[in-house]
C-alpha cells in the first residue's frame, strides 16, 4: 500500500511540476519565426482534438487490456511461445518510441532557434539528460528491487509456513525411522529422497517469488515513464492548431498507445497483481494521453508551444522519459526475455522474437513521418 501511494504521488507531483513550468510568465512570449503557419485555425483545430481524445483513448484501452483478457486464450497465455512473440513486438514498438520520437523532438526542441545561442545550441543537453536518465532507472530499477526483497523477508521470516513445518514433520519422522533397526535401508533412503525433494521445492518457490517482484518492479518503472510521456505528446496536441499535423497524429498516436499499451499490460499480466492494482494501473494509462490533450487545449490561451520556458521544459522531459524507456526496453523487457531459458533454448523461438522486435521498432520509426 505504501508502495503504491509513493507511485501515485510521483505521478502527481510529476503532473504539478509539468503544470507550473508551463505557467510561468516566460510562456507567452512565443516565438516570431513560429507564429505564422497558414495551417493554424484553432476553430477547425478544437473538433480534430475531441476527436483525438476520445479514438486515443479506446486506443490505449484495447491496448493495455487485451493481454489481461486474452489469458483464457490458450494461444496467448504467458506460457506459450505467442505470448512471447507478442511480447517482444511491443518491446521494439517501445524502443522505437524512445529512439525514434521522444529523443528527435528533445533535440528539436532544444536546438530551436526559439532559444539563446548559448547555452543550448553549444552542448547536447538531449543527449546527457537521457543518458543520465537511463542510468537512474537502472538505480530506481535495482534499488527497488532490494527493497522489494527486503520487505518481503521480512514479512515472511516471523511467521509459520505451513510447508516449514511439512518438513520439520517430515524430518522428524525420518530421523525417528532411522533410529529403529527394523526399518530398512532403503525405506529411510527413499525418505531422504522425498525431503530432498521438499527442499527442492522450497528453492524454487522462491525464485519464483523474486522473479514476481522482478516483473512488479519493472511494471511500475515502465508505467512511469510511459505516464510523462503520454502526458507531454497529449500537451503538445492539445496546444497546437496546426490542422496540418493533428490529422496525421490521431492516427500516428491510436497506434502508437494500443502497441505500447500492449507491452505495458504483458508486464502488468506478469506481475500478477489484484485487480484493484491492474485497474489502476490500466486507468493511468489510458487517460494520460486523453489528459494531456485536454490540459493543452484549457492552456492554449496561455501555453506557447515555441515559447522558451516551454521549449526547454517539454525537451528536458522529452530527453529523460526517452532514456528511461530505451534502458527498459533494452535490459527488463528484451534482454530480460532473451536470455531466459526459454528462449535460450529455442533457436527457432529467438528468431521469431527478433523478427517480431525488428517489425515493432520498424512500425513505429515509420510513424517518425506523421508523429
Not at 523477508?153 to 505451513?162: E, F, H, K, W
Not at 521438499?198 to 524454487?204: A, C, F, I, L
Not at 508486464?267 to 494520460?288: G, P, R
Request: charged share 15%; aromatic share 8%.
Amino acid at each position: 500500500m505504501a508502495t503504491s501511494t509513493r507511485r501515485t504521488l510521483m505521478k502527481v507531483m510529476l503532473l504539478l511540476f509539468i503544470i507550473f513550468s508551463l505557467l510561468i510568465p516566460e510562456t507567452l512570449a512565443e516565438c516570431e519565426a513560429e507564429s505564422s503557419n497558414s495551417c493554424n485555425d484553432k476553430k477547425k483545430a478544437l473538433p480534430l482534438k475531441v476527436i483525438a481524445i476520445l479514438t486515443i483513448l479506446v486506443s490505449s484501452i484495447i491496448g493495455v487490456c487485451l493481454p489481461l483478457v486474452t489469458r483464457s486464450v490458450p494461444a496467448l497465455s504467458p506460457e506459450n511461445d505467442l505470448f512471447i512473440v507478442v511480447k517482444c513486438f511491443a518491446a521494439g514498438i517501445i524502443l522505437g518510441t524512445g529512439f525514434m520520437h521522444v529523443l528527435p523532438d528533445s533535440f528539436d526542441m532544444l536546438w530551436s532557434d526559439c532559444l539563446k545561442e548559448k547555452p543550448w545550441h553549444q552542448f547536447p543537453f538531449s543527449g546527457l539528460v537521457a543518458m543520465y536518465s537511463a542510468v537512474v532507472t537502472m538505480m530506481v530499477d535495482s534499488l527497488a528491487t532490494s527493497f522489494y526483497t527486503k520487505r518481503v523477508r521480512a514479512r515472511t521470516s516471523g511467521v509459520v509456513n505451513p510447508a516449514t513445518d511439512r518438513e520439520m514433520g517430515t524430518a522428524v519422522n525420518f530421523g525417528h525411522f532411522h533410529g529403529h533397526q527394523h526399518h530398512n535401508h532403503n525405506h529411510n533412503h527413499n525418505d531422504h529422497d522425498d525431503h530432498g525433494d521438499e527442499v527442492k521445492s522450497e528453492g524454487d518457490g522462491k525464485d519464483e517469488s523474486q522473479q514476481l517482484l522482478r516483473y512488479r518492479v519493472v511494471a511500475m518503472v515502465l508505467e512511469l515513464g510511459i505516464v510523462v510521456h503520454s502526458v507531454v505528446i497529449g500537451l503538445g496536441v492539445g496546444a497546437s492548431n496546426n490542422t496540418c499535423t493533428i490529422k496525421g497524429l490521431i492516427a500516428a498516436l491510436c497506434f502508437h498507445q494500443m502497441f505500447e499499451g500492449m507491452g505495458l499490460g504483458g508486464c502488468i499480466l506478469q506481475a500478477e497483481y489484484k485487480f484493484a492494482k491492474k485497474a489502476i494501473m490500466v486507468f493511468f494509462f489510458s487517460v494520460t494521453t486523453p489528459f494531456g490533450i485536454g490540459l493543452g487545449i484549457a492552456m492554449s490561451t496561455t501555453y506557447k508551444e515555441n515559447s522558451p520556458s516551454a521549449l526547454i521544459t517539454v525537451g528536458l522531459l522529452n530527453a529523460s522519459s526517452a532514456g528511461l524507456l530505451i534502458y527498459m526496453a533494452l535490459v527488463d523487457l528484451l534482454s530480460a526475455d532473451f536470455m531466459s531459458p526459454k528462449l535460450q533454448g529455442s533457436i527457432t523461438l529467438q528468431l521469431k522474437s527478433y523478427v517480431a522486435v525488428f517489425l515493432g521498432a520498424g512500425g513505429m520509426s515509420l510513424m517518425a513521418k506523421w508523429a
